[in-house]
């Protein structure tokens, strides 16, 4: 699925969210949370390095909007720091790359109400990149920073899965597992398994 077509189907949602004022279920909130995220493997010089889980951070907007008991629409807007770094010894040294990526998540999310306060979700994911920072270290040294996106793809479609808790009818907890189809690199970079994926934990409070 592409990622403008994801986005499309969110911020339609988004605007039936807000034609849905009549519905008294319907809730608009604001969510925050962390992650820990990997970026797949990396082809360095002909060799595939795995990367490593690093931690970030993710804020944004939701809304659920209940189209019966047991299933709801919950589509969202988020800014996501992802990351991943490779750490390897070479020639009796160690060289390491270390990766953030921010990009704003629009995951469009079908929620199976379980019970009152217990949910499952599902649904496509299109993330937008907004900015890269990319640093290598030799012997734990500085060497090089990178921060340009010209490598990078502008869009990338993934998928999401995840549980939810109600505490209350606007406070929420909410574990996640995110992974992308595509890789993060351009096709012509040669780096097609490096695909942002992990798990996500977060806070929301719906108004």
């Known amino acids: 699925m592409k990622p403008l077509f994801i986005l499309a189907l969110g911020l339609t949602m988004l605007t039936l969210g807000v034609n ?61 720091q992802k990351g991943g770094k490779v750490k390897e010894t070479v020639a009796g040294g160690t060289g390491e790359i270390r990766s953030r990526v921010g990009y704003i998540d629009v995951p469009v999310l079908l929620s199976f109400n379980a019970s009152p306060e217990l949910s499952f979700v599902l649904g496509p994911q299109a993330s937008f990149l907004i900015d890269h920072n990319t640093k290598t270290y030799i012997n734990d040294q500085l060497f090089s920073t990178e921060t340009g996106k010209d490598n990078l793809r502008s869009s990338v479609a993934g998928g999401v899965v995840g549980i939810g808790y109600k505490f209350s009818p606007k406070l929420n907890l909410n574990a996640r597992y995110n992974m992308d189809f595509q890789s993060a690199a351009k096709e012509d970079i040669n780096q097609d398994k490096t695909r942002f994926s992990g798990f996500a934990l977060s806070v929301g409070f719906g108004f």
Do not use: C, H, R
């Not at 519905?23 to 797949?40: C, L, P, S």
């Open 20 to 80: 849905a004022q009549s519905n008294m279920d319907a809730k608009v909130g604001v969510k925050a949370g962390g992650n820990m995220m990997m970026m797949g493997k990396i082809d360095f010089l002909g060799t595939e390095y795995t990367s490593k889980y690093v931690p970030g951070w993710q804020a944004g907007f939701f809304l659920d909007l209940p189209l019966s008991e047991k299933l709801s629409f919950m589509p969202e807007v988020l800014y996501s």
